[in-house]
């Protein structure tokens, strides 16, 4: 059986995924701050995992249950931080809004995909980081949440390069009605934007192709 971890997975772009994938017959580990909201995730090879993937006990508690489930065959890191709201200019930026960003989008992507590494390894699996166009354009407010979605692009990348077993993608998902886009656009109607729901196939399509190691944007080539 396929065992799948994804970060984030209590809404969104990583609840439509994690029940994609389960709906395969995936055994899939999700996890999310909010506990309540987690739990209503729900579906057969739902693992829930309730905490912050900032914190060391959280990210020990995916490995134990990645471990009672046999290994990893896919690690998603969808789980990210837009920052503060409204989105600041760069000269407007403090050293506390740069760590609110840093430590969900960039360091704990890092460490965690160091801590589960061996199983990964271990069945030659994949490994993806979910992007942004704001880590190759640039638009006026959006720069610590673009920087910090460049640097998880060449981590995911950095670790294929370096265990050649892995096959690794950075995926540019596009603009998705998710709570995070309306975050970004207070008061504004996003409903013009398509649901988390129709990038999944996509992403499957990625996943079943499994070209070489790279970043892809989800829309179009996929499709």
Known sequence: MSVALVTGGSRGLGRALALALADRGWSVVIDGRDAETLEEVDGPGIVRIAGDITDADHRADLLSALEGLGGLDLLVHNASSLGPTPLPRLDQLTIEDLT?????????????????????????????????????????????????????????????????????????????RTRMHQDAFPGEDISDRPLPESVVPQLLALLDAKPESGRYRAAGVFA
Request: overall charge negative; cysteine-free.
């Open 100 to 176: 609110s960003v840093w430590r969900p989008n960039i360091g704990a992507p890092l460490v965690l995909t160091s801590l589960v590494l061996p199983l990964l390894v271990s069945s030659h699996g994949t490994l993806v980081g979910i992007t942004s166009d704001a880590a190759v354009e640039h638009y006026p407010g959006w720069g610590l949440y673009g920087a910090s979605k460049a640097a998880l692009e060449h981590l995911v990348l950095q670790y294929a390069a370096e265990n050649p077993a892995l096959t690794a993608y950075a995926v540019d998902p596009g603009d998705m």
